[in-house]
């Protein structure tokens, strides 16, 4: 059911300022019938604007990647940045990876209608969508808090105090929420820790017995709760100092 707010001026000297804009939240079927709901309960009281709210929505994410959201160029030293996004202009909330190298961001990152909190890339797909959920509730209070104005070129957001404060906690929960698995490796990293197992010697394997090979490594390593990056390029490598 829709979620419409009601500006209104309090006339009936319950508030210390007369013209103190106050809000109200009414679920109804239509606008009329959040106005009649208003009506009923704020007897007396002089109404401003009625609109109807815009609601978080979530879009998860899918796929079968245990870490979707990690990405590493070769060129560069770290992963690529990952966050949620929060989209002001209809609510929207999603999580993805910048592929971005450098400050470059979109029009509307840079105008602020699109709000980004980083988060760990190596997060599995699971605990993304269970942050997602989980910070939900503050990015409707982000969103509740937002006034969108245009200038005849641009829109850009206005946060009212509770809402900048909702973006705080917001930052800190997104940054502080860690992964339970065992993370993002680098195939030559992995197997210093987990010690190849294979019959005979790598240089004399097929490409496609060595394929086979990665692919169960690659399978295990899932098992364990991570995903291992380069697997067959580093076989390859090994069996050439066989």
Same mark, same amino acid.
């Given at each position: 059911?829709?979620?419409?707010?009601?500006?209104?001026?309090?006339?009936?000297?319950?508030?210390?300022?007369?013209?103190?804009?106050?809000?109200?939240?009414?679920?109804?079927? =239509?606008? !009329?019938?959040?106005?009649?709901? *208003?009506?009923?309960?704020?007897?007396?009281?002089?109404? %401003?604007?009625?609109? !109807?709210?815009?609601?978080?929505?979530?879009?998860?994410?899918?796929?079968?990647?245990?870490?979707?959201?990690?990405?590493?160029?070769?060129?560069?030293?770290?992963?690529?940045?990952?966050?949620?996004?929060?989209?002001?202009?209809?609510? #929207?909330?999603?999580?993805? *990876?910048?592929?971005?190298?450098?400050?470059?961001?979109?029009?509307?990152? *840079?105008?602020?209608?699109?709000?980004?909190?980083?988060? #760990?890339?190596?997060?599995?797909?699971? +605990?993304?969508?269970?942050?997602?959920?989980?910070?939900?509730? %503050?990015?409707?209070?982000?969103?509740?808090? =937002?006034?969108?104005?245009?200038?005849?070129?641009?829109?850009?957001?206005?946060?009212?105090?509770?809402?900048?404060?909702?973006?705080?906690?917001?930052?800190?929960?997104?940054? #502080?929420?860690?992964?339970?698995?065992?993370?993002?490796?680098?195939?030559?990293? *992995?197997? +210093?820790?987990?010690?190849?197992?294979?019959?005979?010697?790598?240089?004399?394997? =097929?490409?496609?017995?060595?394929?086979?090979? &990665?692919?169960?490594?690659?399978?295990? &390593?899932?098992?364990?709760?991570?995903? $291992?990056?380069?697997?067959?390029?580093?076989?390859?490598? $090994?069996?050439?100092?066989?």
């Amino acid at each position: 059911m829709p979620l419409y707010r009601i500006t209104y001026k309090d006339r009936k000297g319950d508030q210390k300022d007369p013209e103190a804009l106050l809000e109200a939240e009414i679920e109804a079927e =239509t606008e !009329e019938r959040a106005l009649d709901l *208003w009506s009923e309960n704020y007897c007396g009281d002089e109404i %401003i604007d009625a609109m !109807e709210s815009t609601k978080i929505s979530i879009d998860p994410l899918d796929g079968d990647q245990l870490h979707p959201l990690y990405h590493h160029y070769q060129q560069e030293i770290q992963a690529q940045p990952a966050r949620v996004e929060l989209d002001l202009r209809d609510g #929207s909330l999603i999580a993805d *990876w910048d592929a971005e190298v450098g400050n470059g961001v979109s029009e509307a990152v *840079w105008n602020g209608l699109i709000r980004r909190y980083d988060i #760990s890339p190596q997060l599995t797909r699971d +605990e993304i969508n269970a942050l997602l959920v989980e910070v939900a509730p %503050i990015a409707q209070r982000i969103l509740d808090g =937002t006034e969108i104005t245009s200038d005849g070129l641009r829109e850009r957001p206005a946060l009212s105090a509770k809402a900048r404060d909702a973006e705080a906690e917001m930052e800190s929960g997104c940054q #502080s929420f860690v992964t339970s698995s065992m993370g993002v490796y680098d195939a030559r990293d *992995w197997f +210093e820790c987990v010690p190849l197992q294979q019959n005979g010697s790598l240089a004399t394997m =097929t490409d496609e017995a060595l394929a086979a090979l &990665a692919e169960e490594c690659r399978l295990e &390593a899932l098992t364990d709760g991570a995903t $291992v990056l380069g697997i067959e390029e580093h076989l390859r490598e $090994v069996g050439n100092y066989d």
